[in-house]
């Protein structure tokens, strides 16, 4: 399955989101699926 995440990033997210954005990646990556993102500067 691909899974499409929108969201953003920024030096002032709190550690404790960032932790769990990786956690649903290993999630992802272990159950088969795909993560679909983009982005710009």
């Known amino acids: 399955m691909k899974v499409c995440i929108f969201g ?3 030096a002032e997210t709190p ?8 956690e649903l990646g290993l999630k ?3 159950n088969g ?3 679909v993102f983009g982005g710009w500067k």
């Open 33 to 35: 699926h795909s993560l």
């Open 8 to 10: 953003f990033s920024s």
């Open 15 to 22: 550690k404790e989101y960032t932790d769990v954005g990786y």
């Open 28 to 30: 992802l990556i272990e």
